[in-house]
């Protein structure tokens, strides 16, 4: 049987640009992964994968131009949000090697010996190791800042993990030029080309998740294909940490009094939240809970007006075209759900930008609407309008788990009058980065920064965006009563290393 | 059909001592996590949580006698480990009151605004929430230390989260009596008495982890049961962090120097740790490679003598005795493996100790003496003797995963000479704690500790003792635009709460 070709397809016109690759067969997911296994020796030395990030930052600046060109003919996302989003991989990249130069990320604990605890503490010297070959499946819709250079490699390399990557379908042209540019860096500084494996194709994703020699997997994507690749992480013989980004609603709460004090300002922002990236980022606000009422009604107006100055976009392929527009339909077809603006098709290859209303009243129980509760990808958001701070509370309830939650309030509100607090505990449960008066689109790439919630935003309790996402592909070890000639430099008594730690209780810098 | 009931039984006898509970319906299990979860806003002020550790560890120690008594009768352990074990599992909860104290479980971060990162940085402050409701598998082996008041209750309450035990069914009577204690502990400052569940029953256990409010697990036991409750957590529609130490083989390393200057120590060393507690440590050391050649005798010769001299004892339960037997049977059929002191039954109720012996040559490739390199609980281990450091690092590369490793080095090897470095390298991949000249039973309750290893030593990167276990029961959240008014106290700019963080790219204490 002949391997399966992978194409390269543009987007806005759903013709196919060329033939990229062919599918990765078991044998060549094997070699990939067997390839990666061998380079981690060379990932060893932190100084080696400090510089190799630096300069794979560097190169990946260098080969901007074409990177940005194929990017767009495969995603059709536009040569500016590429070039901020080449931008903001470079930074990721910088920021990671940072990190790995300061050493906080291996947690080093010291005790000596100490009698007095129960039982009595020996030598103990522990930090965090990496855990071996990194599993990447990589976003349809970043194609830089969540692919094949992006926050899950970023973070495994400066774990000290060689990554192999399963390309996104969506551009697989991009895909092998920004390995090949990361293989040439690391070559730069003696690290084996294969630290950085690529395949292609749907059953060499399977492959690559079950191989024994892979250690953890990164996926972002859609809540099916997270989840089957999930279940197959936990069900190996030694099952491996699967940390899926697989899907979110992102609530927005708008206050009664919020609305009252700028239900203009607030439609406004919404509508340019939603539509952004035409509407695909994984962030965006999918789901308003508005004050029924006229503050509602001026913010409505104001959401109107902005989804409808919004032009049609491409998504990334037509098959999320095709789930766009049944999603759609699905949803409008439930009574007393209204489209002031109609999302709908907008082109042969576009869609259009809308939004869905329904009473909160609809979803306070289990049922026919509870679709409208569920994702759907594209520029479109629902909002439910509510009548009383209950109905606000009991639709919460029933909200699966979320990236991100955001709360609309007054000034007052923020000084902390009325629900403000309580409304800030009510969405802290459902989400992992709360925001006040803000939009959740967005991810800074900060020390700060959470990009993970409860199930089914992430499989796990991690984040995949800021510094703490190094953290995913790391165990702890001991050493006890290791003499000073055998311990790593990080955990000898002197800190030649320089790195942060808790020497016997103390938190040393 | 009458509820199945549950008794305590005496180990040395066989015999039940009296009924002390019915296994628990579905529905008690239900009422069990519905009260663990309506009392975690008692939870929530982190001077409550840390009184109440204090207070908990006071009661038990209050009721001390009784505690030894009933723990006794049940586990046959003795009331000298009774004792001690009592005495750490007090020291582990007002450590981890400590650890509440202190604050820096909860990683805080806070960066401000900042236009020089790409994408721009809004403000963001980050710090750790309590999952919710976690169900601990208490152990058979620590009815103390590992069980209702153990590591894993200790940790979850001390991140805020309520906890829901399954009892072993070893010692339901201490379980009932530990629960109590706990309980009226909570009451002591107004934490309501839910906070701590208990219930009986295997089929208790699969309920408890499928439940919807159920936010985590915690499990010590096998790697059968903890795999099935591991599959189960997995499997549910909202998959939770599952927790499991399974089993462990804690391969031991003795090099050719190190026998030839001390064969005899070694000998005598790995008679007391592999025979501590009748063997039934999840630390317990079970397979040795030890050289062939005269030290190598004269190491065997030791551990002849030292095992010899143990007393039978009496296993937990007439079940693992039957195991034990059975595994013995099993190991000792294989062609060219030998027994100098034949492990077995001593008596009706006890076992004796002994040890097995096996060229390392036989456990290079796959094949019916993989038997060997799989845990045998009770007081047994299996010595490999190998011919070069080539048959070493062969039979290491095939090894599962481990809590501990140990390796005996000679004087010389530990400053630096000879092969030292290369083994620690070789050895830490395989175990969560690497001992150099040390015994690995025996765990400290440090804050550098790791209790826990690659599969199937646990089913996760965490520890299950020492002060980062409390990372299990907790996930991040990020707050941005949150005004200082509704922000968490921890989170403000002032830190009037005193806890360690992460400002503005600064570690401060």
Redesign the interface.
Known sequence: MAAAPVWSVDPRTGKQREQVAVEATAQEVDAAVRAAHEARGALADRAVRAAFLRTAAQRLEDAKDTLIEVADAESALGPVRLT?EL??T??QLRAFAGIVDEG?FL?V???HP?DT??????D???YK?P?GVVAVYSASNFPFAFSVAGGDTASALAAGCPVVVKSHPDHPALSELVAKVLRRAAAEHGVPEGVLGLVHGFEAGVELVKHPLVAAAGFTGSVRGGRAL??AA??RP??I?FHGELGSLNPVVVTEAAAEERAEAIGTGLAGSMTMGVGQFCTKPGFVLAPAGEAGDRLLKSLVDGVSDTDAGVLLDHRMRDHFLAGIEERTRLADVESPVTPGAGGEHTVSAGFLTVPASRLTAEGAYDVLIEECFGPVTVVARYESPEEVTAVLSRLP?NLTATLH?SEAE???EGR??EL?AEL?PL????????WPT?????????H?G???AT???S?SVG??AIERW??????????E??LPVELRDANEAGV?R?FD???E?
């Open positions: 901020g931008a903001r470079c930074f906080a947690d604990v010291i005790n100490d605890t129960v039982p009595p503490t020996p103990l010297r522990r190791v855990l999930f279940d936990a069900a030694v099952p940490p788990g309030l923020g000084a902390g403000g607090a800030l802290t989400a992992g980065r709360v925001l006040v008066n803000g967005g991810v800074a790439v900060a020390p700060s920064q959470h993970g409860p199930y089914p499989t796990s309790t984040t510094g703490t790391l165990r702890p070890v001991a050493y006890q009563g290791v003499p000639a055998l942060p808790r209780g103390r938190l810098r």
